[in-house]
């Protein structure tokens, strides 16, 4: 089945730091979702987004629709510990099953203390 | 409290053997999904159903079956016939209208097979 590609796949950042992590897709969709999940658990919703060139924020979290209806960003300011965990984006495209989401493969994000 | 829940947390199984993994949620949602998670990897979706007494094929439904007997609870059952059955199972449900699509997660059942 289709994925996103989700970029970059890890990363490590000084407590404090700014992050920045995108998804990108090749056919059009009508909604992106970010996740976070911890080892062990299931993914938690972050951010929902419906509509292109859509900015939300959710705390220190800011996600933003593409204007390409193609991609989406996420990002984190002033990291923390328990920012630690894998960050997954998902979408539907026009035309997909309403309800069914695709996801990218996470972006593994760890904090040096 | 709303949610959905997952048992067991950790499962164990020999080869051959049939297993059940059980969802349950109470948020009153329409569908319910199973994915599959391995290592490094992405959520692939095994099984979904939008309504009761009906279920669709997801990405990787090979080897394994479902039922949607009641709007709260989509139990998987991973057959002997999956041969890398090893991996984290989640469950989600979502509502179907409106153009939402936000999907929900259990806690996760980690299957072994031994």
């Known amino acids: 089945g289709q994925q996103l590609n989700q970029s970059p796949q890890s990363m490590f950042i000084q407590e404090g730091e700014d992050v920045s992590m995108n998804c990108t897709s090749s056919s059009i969709f009508n909604t992106w979702l970010w996740y976070k999940q911890d080892p062990g658990e299931g993914p938690v919703l972050l951010i929902a987004?419906?509509?292109?060139?859509e900015l939300t924020s959710n705390g220190r979290l800011t996600a933003q629709f593409g204007i390409t209806r193609k991609d989406s960003f996420l990002n984190i300011s002033a990291s923390i510990p328990s920012d630690v965990g894998i960050y997954f984006c998902?979408?539907?495209?026009?035309?997909?099953?309403?309800?069914?989401?695709?996801f990218g493969k996470g972006t593994k994000l760890s904090v040096k203390p | 409290d709303g949610g959905i829940t997952q048992s067991p947390k950790y499962l164990f199984r020999k080869e051959g053997q049939n297993v059940t993994l059980s969802c349950e949620q109470n948020l009153n949602h329409d569908a319910m999904y199973w994915y599959r998670q391995d290592p490094g990897q992405g959520l692939r979706l095994i099984y979904y159903s939008q309504i009761v007494n009906d279920f669709q094929k997801g990405d990787i439904a090979e080897g394994y079956s479902v039922s949607r007997e009641k709007k709260e609870s989509f139990p998987l059952t991973v057959t002997s016939a999956q041969k890398n059955p090893t991996a984290f199972y989640l469950c989600?449900?979502?509502?179907?209208?409106?153009?939402?699509?936000?999907?929900?997660f259990g806690p996760g059942t980690r299957l072994t097979v031994l």
């Open positions: 987004l419906y509509k292109a060139g």
């Open positions: 998902a979408g539907q495209n026009y035309g997909g099953s309403q309800g069914n989401l695709i």
């Open positions: 989600a449900s979502s509502i179907v209208a409106g153009g939402r699509n936000e999907q929900f």
